[in-house]
T-cell receptor
Framework: KNEVEQSPQNLTAQEGEFITINCSYS?????LHWLQQHPGGGIVSLFM???GKKKHGRLIATINIQEKHSSLHITASHPRDSAVYIC?????????????FGKGTKLSVKP | EADIYQTPRYLVIGTGKKITLECSQT?????MYWYQQDPGMELHLIHY???????EKGDLSSESTVSRIRTEHFPLTLESARPSHTSQYLC????????????FGSGTRLTVV
């Protein structure tokens, strides 16, 4: 079992829908990252959070430390949101810079 | 503009060739990383560096080597490329400490034929 699990693996939505991607982890962490990877391969960091909730535009990320669970929400989804969304846990006390990555959720938003 | 740059973006090369993947960042970050990602799979850390003259191997065994002679530059070298090295290689950087975010490059998609 992976230390970072994401669900769903694939998600297809209609434009305008509210989207939720989930991430569960089994290790102690100091921070959790949400990343976006477009088909070209480059990765953009969306959020880094260690507690509570963060919002940036139509994106919202939440984390529940006790339940070891984080969610990424996209409101009013748009075709340009189509990408792979990756959850990455920064393991607490692990070797410097060691992020543990989930396999990603491939999101496709149809117009 | 502060950023991290990887070159080349795509590389197709024959077996046995020596290759160097370039990674440079303009943010003055101490920590730099190389990740390997196969299609549809998660990223795996292959090398990282705390700063100049510091290099460490990551969780995934790799035949590649790295160097860190300057803060901004973290090249990855394969002495003799093989088809098993075909993958995407992503470079990233961050400030020192666990509370900082990461900046990723656009990646190099390597194909060894």
């Amino acid at each position: 079992k992976n230390e970072v699990e994401q669900s769903p693996q694939n998600l297809t939505a209609q434009e305008g829908e509210f989207i939720t991607i989930n991430c569960s982890y089994s290790v102690g962490i100091s921070a959790l990252h949400w990343l976006q990877q477009h088909p070209g391969g480059g990765i953009v960091s969306l959020f880094m959070l260690s507690s509570g909730k963060k919002k940036h535009g139509r994106l919202i990320a939440t984390i529940n430390i006790q339940e070891k669970h984080s969610s990424l929400h996209i409101t009013a989804s748009h075709p340009r949101d189509s990408a792979v969304y990756i959850c990455a846990a920064h393991r607490y006390g692990g070797s410097q810079g060691n992020l543990i990555f989930g396999k990603g959720t491939k999101l496709s938003v149809k117009p | 503009e502060a950023d991290i740059y990887q070159t080349p973006r795509y590389l197709v090369i024959g077996t046995g060739k020596k290759i160097t993947l370039e990674c440079s960042q303009t943010m003055g970050h101490d920590k730099m990383y190389w990740y390997q990602q196969d299609p549809g799979m998660e990223l795996h850390l292959i090398h990282y560096s705390y700063g100049v003259n510091s290099t460490e191997k990551g969780d995934l065994s790799s035949e590649s080597t790295v160097s860190r002679i300057r803060t901004e530059h973290f090249p990855l070298t394969l002495e003799s490329a093989r088809p098993s090295h075909t993958s995407q290689y992503l470079c990233a950087s961050s400030e020192f400490g666990e509370a900082y975010g990461y900046t990723f490059g656009s990646g190099t998609r390597l194909t060894v034929v």
